[in-house]
Each structure stands twice: as structure tokens, then as C-alpha cells.
């Protein structure tokens, strides 16, 4: 049973347009949230993180948005650059239960940011 | 050196063989992780030690068998690995469990044949 979900493998978006990567959890015991980047042959490099409490993030060009109703969270570049091309994962995990201080990922998208 | 460091980059087994993966965090971090991923697979949590004390083990057959001597190293000894154990191994660290934002090293990449 996968508790989080990255349904699209890839995606691929013109320089300067926005990037917008979604995720979808089921755990509702999940309160924090945060995605990484991944290049190949390199260990994910932490990106931007979001608590329950909140429903925006941003971080110079990366938004993320949360909505719990749903359980979803969305990762939003602007403006996309050729250098974001990268795997990008979602992660979620709880400050209880069984979740707590363990991170579960989603499987992962390609973005590709064309010249 | 900076971040979290992992040897060897790639390694290549027998299943008869024994080897050890090397982490080393230079963040001062008390909280280290092994995760797992398989080809097409997400990463998976292999264990947690916080403060050198395994806190999680989650359900790691024992042919992987972690040892953390002090909060900025940890192993991971393989023995009798399977085929199927092929995959990245990536180590990660925190400020301590609990403290969700994870910094990763560049993993190991590992064939057993």
C-alpha cells in the first residue's frame, strides 16, 4: 500500500513556463511534507518543506501548497530553468505514531525543462 | 569535507562475499538512516539511529546488519546478499529523529551477481 503518491513518472515543460509536480498522500497521520530533487548519481538534495499548519510555502522560484481536505501537495517552479531538470520526490511524515521521524517517498517525477 | 559522504560510490559482489558501506555525516547531526531503492521503486526505510541507539529496524532481512559506532558514521555489512538486493543505498541524517528534513549522501550503488 503506497502512502504516497507521485502519479505522473515525468514531465516536460518549456524555459521560463511553470512546473507545477503533484503529489497525493492517504495517511492522515502525515503532518509534514517536503520535497526533493535528485540528480543522477547524486543522493537527494532537500528542496522545501511545509507543516499541516500551513497551506503556501515559497522559496524564491519553489512554492509548495497543501491541500489536507484532499491530501494533496504540489511543488510549483517559476519560471522553470533548463538546470531544474532533476527526478523530483515527495515526502511525507508524521510527529507521531508510526510515522514519526520516518520519512515515506513517492516513486518520483522526471522533470525536464526544455531551452 | 561537507555534508554527508558515502563509500564506495559503486560496488560490485558476489553472493558469497562480505562487504560494509561507509556513511560519515559532517553536519553534527545525532540521527542517521539507511534507505533502500530499488530500480522503479520509491525509497524505502531500512533503520534509524538516533543518538548511536537503533530506533527503527523495518524489517531488514539480517543479512544487512547496521552498526552507527558514534552519531557521525555508520555501516551498513552486507553478507550473502541475493541478486535482488541490487539497488542504491543511500544514508541520510538529521538533527535528530523527529526533525523530518533529512540531508542525503550520494548512495552507493550496488550489483550483487
Known amino acids: 500500500d503506497q502512502q504516497v503518491k507521485q502519479n505522473s513518472p515525468s514531465l516536460s515543460v518549456q524555459e521560463g513556463r511553470i512546473s507545477i509536480l503533484n503529489c497525493d498522500y492517504t495517511?492522515?497521520?502525515?503532518?509534514?511534507f517536503l520535497w526533493y530533487k535528485k540528480y543522477p548519481a547524486e543522493g537527494p538534495t532537500f528542496l522545501i518543506s511545509i507543516s499541516s499548519i500551513k497551506d503556501k510555502n515559497e522559496d524564491g522560484r519553489f512554492t509548495v501548497f497543501l491541500n489536507k481536505s484532499a491530501k494533496h501537495l504540489s511543488l510549483h517552479i517559476v519560471p522553470s530553468q533548463p538546470g531544474d531538470s532533476a527526478v523530483y520526490f515527495c515526502?511525507?511524515?508524521?510527529?507521531?505514531?508510526?510515522?514519526?521521524?520516518?520519512?515515506?517517498f513517492g516513486q518520483g517525477t522526471i522533470l525536464t525543462v526544455h531551452p | 569535507e561537507t555534508g554527508v559522504t558515502q563509500t564506495p560510490r559503486h560496488l560490485v559482489m558476489g553472493m558469497t562475499n562480505k562487504k560494509s558501506l561507509k556513511c560519515e555525516q559532517h553536519l553534527g547531526h545525532n540521527a542517521m538512516y539507511w534507505y533502500k531503492q530499488s530500480a522503479k521503486k520509491p525509497l524505502e526505510l531500512m533503520f534509524v539511529?538516533?543518538?548511536?541507539?537503533?530506533?527503527e529496524n523495518n524489517s531488514v532481512p539480517s543479512r544487512f546488519s547496521p552498526e552507527c559506532p558514534n552519531s557521525s558514521h555508520l555501516f551498513l555489512h552486507l553478507h550473502t546478499l541475493q541478486p535482488e538486493d541490487s539497488a542504491l543505498y543511500l544514508c541520510?541524517?538529521?538533527?535528530?529523529?523527529?526533525?523530518?528534513?533529512?540531508?542525503f549522501g550520494p548512495g552507493t550503488r550496488l550489483l550483487v551477481l
Open positions: 495517511n492522515s497521520m502525515f503532518d509534514y
Open positions: 541520510a541524517s538529521s538533527v535528530h529523529r523527529g526533525q523530518e528534513t533529512q540531508y
Open positions: 539511529y538516533n543518538f548511536k541507539e537503533q530506533t
Open positions: 515526502a511525507a511524515s508524521g510527529l507521531g505514531g508510526t510515522s514519526y521521524g520516518k520519512l515515506t
